[in-house]
């Protein structure tokens, strides 16, 4: 694996804090993908310019990096920080977060899962793009 996860968590954390696209979809493999709880699945290259597009600032606090590996033995990290969203129009979204990344051997993330509670987030999001968020679908 080539990063510490410390160091892949401040990357990444730093790519979201900037807005800078190649930088975080430099960590991802080249067919890498993000799921997201209001935008879906989508492919990094992506998923990054609509989020950031969506956002006018935020601010992020690292609350923890943990590491390990999952039920079929690939490597783990998981990076929790709180997300001080900022809308486009300066509406305050804020949300504690966990993304969960999957990765390849050479540490690159194959699968990211971005897991929080949207009850409060998901109205200020859909009221700013005027459309509805993605939803999973039910079983």
Same mark, same amino acid.
């Given at each position: 694996?080539?990063?510490?996860?410390?160091?892949?968590?401040?990357?990444?954390?730093?790519?979201?804090? +900037?807005?800078?696209?190649?930088? %975080?979809?430099?960590? =991802?493999?080249? /067919?890498?993908?993000?799921? *997201?709880?209001?935008?879906? @699945?989508?492919?990094?290259?992506?998923?990054?310019?609509?989020?950031?597009?969506?956002?006018?600032?935020?601010?992020?606090?690292?609350?923890?990096?943990?590491?390990?590996?999952? +039920?079929?033995?690939?490597?783990? %990290?998981?990076?929790? =920080?709180?997300? /001080?969203?900022?809308?486009? *129009?300066?509406?305050?979204? @804020?949300?504690?977060?966990?993304?969960?990344?999957?990765?390849?051997?050479?540490g690159l993330i194959e699968e990211?899962?971005?897991?929080?509670?949207?009850?409060?987030?998901?109205?200020?999001?859909?009221?700013?793009?005027?459309?509805?968020s993605w939803r999973a679908p039910?079983?």
């Amino acid at each position: 694996m080539g990063a510490t996860p410390d160091d892949l968590a401040a990357t990444y954390l730093r790519a979201l804090a +900037t807005a800078d696209v190649d930088l %975080v979809v430099g960590l =991802f493999v080249e /067919d890498g993908v993000v799921h *997201s709880p209001l935008y879906g @699945p989508l492919p990094p290259r992506e998923f990054y310019p609509a989020l950031f597009a969506d956002t006018s600032r935020a601010n992020l606090t690292l609350r923890s990096v943990m590491s390990g590996t999952d +039920t079929s033995g690939r490597a783990t %990290v998981s990076f929790w =920080f709180h997300f /001080d969203w900022r809308l486009p *129009s300066g509406v305050a979204a @804020p949300f504690e977060v966990v993304d969960v990344a999957t990765l390849d051997a050479e540490g690159l993330i194959e699968e990211l899962r971005i897991v929080y509670d949207t009850v409060e987030v998901r109205p200020a999001f859909e009221a700013e793009v005027g459309h509805p968020s993605w939803r999973a679908p039910r079983p």
